[in-house]
Nanobody, 122 residues
Framework: QVQLVESGGGSVQAGGSLRISCAAS????????LAWFRQTQGKEREGVAA???????YYSGSVEGRFTISRDNVKKTVTLQMNSLNPEDTAMYYC????????????????WGQGTQVTVSS
């Protein structure tokens, strides 16, 4: 069983930066792909960034160049560094884990955290 706990959300002004983290528990987290998704009220959850066990990252077009995903397999954490934030980035951000993620997709994530709120004001 894998459990994911997000932290680091908060409020920031447009143009600012924020870093959110996710702590994972479970003996085989190092064998899993990890990702960040986000969701705003009334909209479907969307993929933001994902990272394979070896460190290869994949980003949605809306955040590429501004956000950076990284992982620490020893500490079992995944971090999302968010720069040049704008109000459209306001959302609940969720950490997710997958045993069989396929690069280039946002499918097959089996485990989810409870989310951390990110609010960007103009």
């Amino acid at each position: 069983q894998v459990q994911l706990v997000e932290s680091g959300g908060g409020s920031v002004q447009a143009g600012g930066s924020l870093r959110i983290s996710c702590a994972a528990s479970g003996s085989d987290v190092h064998e899993m792909s990890l990702a960040w998704f986000r969701q705003t009220q009334g909209k479907e959850r969307e993929g933001v960034a994902a990272i394979h066990t070896g460190g290869t990252a994949y980003y949605s077009g809306s955040v590429e160049g501004r956000f950076t995903i990284s992982r620490d397999n020893v500490k079992k954490t995944v971090t999302l560094q968010m720069n040049s934030l704008n109000p459209e980035d306001t959302a609940m951000y969720y950490c997710a884990a997958s045993y069989d993620w396929f690069f280039g997709t946002w499918a097959h994530f089996q485990y989810w955290g409870q989310g951390t709120q990110v609010t960007v004001s103009s």
